[in-house]
């Protein structure tokens, strides 16, 4: 922001007396809270500041050179009353009354040395030091405008230097007063007031007109307000830099704390510039707009040099969120007790385009990292806390239950949450890669449960495959209408996962199955050493857990084990055996009927709706016990009608086991099964026999 530059004269006034006017100037103040100095408040009044007489060597000068009037052309001073009061800063209103108290009569000086000078400017008595320094200058103008230095040009180089390094001493204690007005818990009014009566009186006396003639710096502007705001620059940089900062091995939380005090203490900076500082200078100064812009500075480098470092997650979201809801907000710059004078509408961007864009990949990528480690922290979860320990699932709704969706979704929800915070782009970003990572972490837990169940025969496994089954489906819903995301891919990769589970449970169900059905017709099952619902008793170890899974799956399985049972059970009817006795026919009869009866009872108990099952192992018990060999072609013809897609070979196999002859079978088959094997009708969905393996029976005719 420029500052208005202040009005000043064509002509300097002469620090002496002139025409009898005394001159008005505000006082010379110190501070010494600043500098350690112990020194009143108020040093001293005009009296002090330009008591300067004219040495003799000047007397003599001017009687020598009075005829030619060269003198009293470049005779250079300081201000008079009357130019003062036309070019100087107006003060503010309640600092007045600390102006009016200062003796303003001026007393006559005499030029100082440069140490007595350096030595004012080290005591802070600013203007009387300017005085002399500007005494100082002006005689080497003139002199050298005389020729004076003509047959001497290193006295004059001298003297050059000896000036500018005296208004830069002045420059420094500028800067040093302006970089200590925040460091005391007061204000020194006074001394900042003396501060703007200094500057406006170098502008006066230096008004900016171009180069000054020759090489040197003599009678150029010193541009001390620009010095001024500098300071303010470095003192805002030095306050940003002096918050405590630990390092991350000293504390885990070392951003958000630092950033937290960051916030504080410029609060409070920016708080005592407008009840304090502001009042102590003119209104063109812009006090407050200047600090701003400042600390703005300090605060975009200082943050510009922490995105640097290797930041983690935390680290990397504590710095977004500060700069994208923290800085501007009521929190910090927009707190209502700085307003109106702190304003944030015309500040640039805290982080350039550049190093925000970058934060923001680093933190995409950390959230992709933090994402694998919560997908994995939940899988292992499931293994040690369920599976190792065989915890049953909770039952919702007459469903088995999992938290593994609630966990997958809340994890994205807050990410999306805390990413959208910061930015639109940034939460569409971290739901992209939270589903990327969705979408390689489910195979990954298929192939960890697949595993588990491999090394070990648990009882857990069904109701584990049930939950599991149940809230990939609840996943997909819940993707589906809170996030409101296309779960295509999703749904292809579950659908794999849940195909993988089925056969995994099917292969299951077969192992323990496939003992006791071998067992049919042979000695101990004919004569039931084995009891009759002990192949019911392990179907059901995998049917019930399907009432508590989620329809339609849960019906679709309980169909397949029905038929499975039912299938299986004729596969091993009607292999070849040895001829059986009427006795033994009987028997195994009622047996087959009694265990068709518990097999059916308990999956129509369980929920199958597979009623068409029913009646085919006791029409094959029918077939197998009927005495009267003339019924039994009744009985195929109710078998062959209830499942039209049963064969020629199926019928022979049965019976075969009823122990009739060749011819015999061949003309109950002629009279009792009238579809031809070549032409299949339509039997739908409904197919018993069709896929039962008859090239075992063919071979045995």
Same mark, same amino acid.
């Given at each position: 922001?420029?500052?208005?530059?202040?009005?000043?004269?064509?002509? =300097?006034?002469?620090?002496?007396?002139?025409?009898?006017?005394?001159?008005?100037?505000?006082?010379?103040? /110190?501070?010494?809270?600043?500098?350690? +100095?112990?020194?009143?408040?108020?040093?001293? /009044?005009?009296?002090?500041?330009?008591?300067?007489?004219?040495?003799?060597?000047?007397?003599?000068?001017?009687?020598?050179?009075? /005829?030619?009037?060269?003198?009293?052309?470049?005779?250079?001073?300081?201000?008079?009353?009357?130019?003062?009061?036309?070019?100087?800063?107006? $003060?503010?209103?309640?600092?007045?009354?600390?102006?009016?108290?200062?003796?303003?009569?001026?007393?006559?000086?005499?030029?100082?040395?440069?140490?007595?000078?350096?030595?004012?400017?080290?005591?802070?008595?600013?203007?009387?030091?300017?005085?002399?320094?500007?005494?100082?200058?002006?005689?080497?103008?003139?002199?050298?405008? *005389?020729?004076? &230095?003509?047959?001497?040009?290193?006295?004059?180089?001298?003297?050059?230097?000896?000036?500018?390094?005296? &208004?830069?001493?002045?420059?420094?204690?500028?800067?040093?007063?302006?970089?200590?007005?925040?460091?005391?818990?007061?204000?020194?009014?006074?001394?900042?007031?003396?501060?703007?009566?200094?500057?406006?009186?170098?502008?006066? *006396?230096?008004?900016?007109?171009?180069? *000054?003639?020759?090489?040197?710096?003599?009678?150029?502007?010193?541009? @001390?307000?620009?010095?001024?705001?500098?300071?303010?620059?470095?003192?805002?940089?030095?306050?940003?830099?002096?918050? =405590?900062?630990?390092?991350?091995?000293?504390?885990?939380?070392?951003?958000?704390?630092?950033?937290?005090?960051?916030?504080?203490?410029?609060?409070?900076?920016?708080?005592?510039?407008?009840?304090?500082?502001?009042?102590?200078? =003119?209104?063109?100064?812009? $006090?407050?707009?200047? &600090?701003?812009?400042?600390?703005?500075?300090?605060?975009?480098?200082?943050?510009?040099?922490?995105?640097?470092?290797?930041?983690?997650?935390?680290?990397?979201?504590?710095?977004?969120?500060?700069?994208?809801?923290?800085?501007?907000?009521?929190?910090?710059? /927009?707190?209502?007790?700085?307003? =109106?004078? $702190?304003?944030?509408?015309?500040?640039?961007?805290?982080?350039?385009?550049?190093?925000?864009?970058?934060?923001?990949?680093?933190?995409?990528?950390? $959230?992709?990292?933090?994402?694998?480690?919560?997908?994995?922290?939940?899988?292992?979860?499931?293994?040690?806390?369920?599976?190792?320990?065989?915890?049953?699932?909770?039952?919702?709704?007459?469903?088995?239950?999992?938290?593994?969706?609630?966990?997958?979704?809340?994890?994205?929800?807050?990410?999306?949450?805390?990413?959208?915070?910061?930015?639109?782009?940034?939460?569409?970003?971290?739901?992209?890669?939270?589903?990327?990572?969705?979408?390689?972490?489910?195979?990954?837990?298929?192939? +960890?449960?697949?595993?588990?169940?491999?090394?070990?025969?648990?009882?857990?496994?069904?109701?584990?495959?049930?939950? &599991?089954?149940?809230?990939?489906? %609840?996943?997909?819903?819940?993707?589906?209408?809170?996030?409101?995301?296309?779960?295509?891919?999703?749904?292809?990769?579950?659908?794999?996962?849940?195909?993988?589970?089925?056969?995994?449970?099917?292969?299951?169900?077969?192992?323990?199955?496939?003992?006791?059905?071998?067992?049919?017709?042979?000695?101990?099952?004919? @004569?039931?050493?084995?009891?009759?619902?002990?192949?019911?008793?392990?179907?059901?170890?995998?049917?019930?857990?399907?009432?508590?899974?989620?329809?339609?799956?849960?019906?679709?399985?309980?169909?397949?084990? %029905?038929?499975?049972?039912?299938?299986?059970?004729?596969?091993?009817?009607?292999?070849?055996?040895?001829?059986?006795?009427?006795?033994?026919?009987?028997?195994?009869?009622?047996?087959?009927?009694?265990?068709?009866?518990?097999?059916?009872?308990?999956?129509?108990?369980?929920?199958?709706?597979?009623?068409?099952?029913?009646?085919?192992?006791?029409?094959?018990?029918?077939?197998?016990?009927?005495?009267?060999?003339?019924?039994?072609?009744?009985?195929?013809?109710?078998?062959?009608?209830?499942?039209?897609?049963?064969?020629?070979?199926?019928?022979?196999?049965?019976?075969?086991?009823?122990?009739?002859?060749?011819?015999?079978?061949?003309?109950?088959?002629?009279?009792?099964?009238?579809?031809?094997?070549?032409?299949?009708?339509?039997?739908?969905?409904?197919?018993?026999?069709?896929?039962?393996?008859?090239?075992?029976?063919?071979?045995?005719?």
């Amino acid at each position: 922001m420029k500052l208005s530059p202040t009005t000043v004269a064509s002509e =300097p006034a002469s620090p002496t007396k002139s025409e009898g006017k005394e001159m008005e100037v505000a006082p010379e103040l /110190g501070s010494p809270t600043l500098h350690g +100095e112990n020194i009143g408040l108020l040093e001293r /009044g005009l009296k002090t500041m330009l008591s300067i007489r004219k040495s003799k060597r000047s007397l003599k000068k001017e009687k020598e050179q009075e /005829g030619t009037g060269t003198l009293r052309k470049k005779r250079l001073s300081f201000l008079s009353s009357k130019n003062y009061e036309e070019n100087k800063t107006t $003060v503010p209103n309640d600092l007045e009354e600390v102006v009016d108290t200062i003796e303003t009569e001026p007393i006559e000086g005499k030029p100082l040395s440069v140490m007595e000078i350096n030595e004012l400017i080290q005591k802070q008595k600013l203007l009387e030091a300017f005085a002399s320094i500007k005494y100082m200058e002006d005689e080497t103008i003139a002199e050298r405008d *005389a020729d004076k &230095y003509k047959d001497n040009p290193q006295e004059f180089v001298r003297k050059t230097k000896d000036v500018d390094l005296l &208004y830069n001493s002045i420059k420094d204690m500028i800067q040093s007063i302006v970089v200590g007005t925040l460091e005391h818990p007061t204000v020194e009014e006074a001394t900042l007031a003396s501060l703007v009566t200094l500057i406006a009186r170098e502008e006066a *006396a230096h008004p900016n007109v171009g180069s *000054a003639p020759g090489s040197d710096l003599l009678g150029s502007p010193r541009r @001390w307000r620009e010095e001024w705001r500098e300071a303010i620059n470095e003192s805002a940089r030095k306050r940003v830099l002096r918050v =405590p900062l630990a390092s991350k091995e000293e504390e885990s939380s070392w951003l958000d704390i630092h950033l937290c005090f960051l916030q504080k203490h410029l609060s409070e900076d920016l708080l005592k510039i407008k009840l304090s500082v502001k009042k102590c200078y =003119p209104e063109e100064y812009q $006090v407050c707009d200047i &600090y701003v812009e400042a600390f703005h500075k300090a605060i975009a480098s200082h943050l510009q040099d922490l995105s640097q470092r290797v930041l983690e997650f935390n680290e990397l979201y504590s710095l977004l969120d500060w700069v994208a809801n923290t800085y501007r907000s009521e929190l910090f710059l /927009g707190h209502p007790d700085l307003k =109106p004078e $702190v304003k944030t509408e015309n500040l640039s961007l805290l982080l350039t385009p550049a190093d925000w864009d970058r934060l923001k990949n680093d933190y995409i990528t950390s $959230v992709k990292g933090k994402i694998k480690s919560y997908f994995g922290n939940i899988l292992r979860l499931e293994v040690t806390e369920k599976w190792e320990k065989e915890v049953h699932p909770e039952v919702e709704d007459n469903l088995y239950h999992s938290s593994l969706s609630f966990d997958i979704q809340t994890i994205i929800g807050e990410h999306m949450k805390i990413s959208g915070a910061i930015s639109k782009s940034l939460k569409a970003k971290t739901l992209e890669l939270c589903l990327a990572e969705l979408h390689e972490f489910i195979p990954r837990f298929g192939e +960890e449960f697949m595993e588990w169940n491999a090394a070990r025969d648990s009882p857990m496994f069904m109701p584990y495959f049930a939950a &599991y089954t149940n809230i990939f489906h %609840h996943l997909v819903s819940g993707l589906e209408t809170v996030f409101n995301v296309n779960t295509e891919e999703l749904q292809k990769i579950l659908a794999s996962l849940t195909k993988n589970f089925r056969t995994m449970f099917l292969n299951k169900l077969r192992t323990k199955t496939q003992p006791l059905l071998k067992k049919i017709l042979t000695k101990d099952w004919i @004569w039931a050493m084995e009891k009759p619902d002990s192949l019911a008793a392990v179907v059901s170890q995998f049917s019930k857990h399907l009432q508590h899974t989620r329809q339609p799956l849960g019906q679709e399985l309980l169909r397949h084990v %029905h038929k499975y049972v039912v299938r299986e059970y004729i596969v091993q009817v009607i292999k070849p055996r040895r001829k059986m006795n009427r006795e033994t026919r009987q028997q195994v009869s009622e047996r087959m009927s009694q265990e068709a009866k518990i097999l059916n009872k308990v999956l129509i108990d369980q929920g199958s709706d597979s009623d068409w099952l029913l009646p085919a192992l006791n029409h094959i018990a029918n077939i197998i016990g009927e005495k009267k060999k003339d019924r039994i072609k009744e009985h195929v013809k109710e078998l062959s009608q209830d499942y039209p897609d049963i064969r020629k070979e199926h019928i022979l196999g049965i019976l075969m086991l009823r122990g009739l002859g060749y011819t015999r079978r061949a003309a109950i088959f002629r009279q009792s099964f009238h579809c031809a094997p070549e032409c299949p009708d339509s039997r739908g969905e409904n197919t018993l026999f069709d896929e039962i393996d008859v090239s075992a029976v063919i071979s045995c005719f």
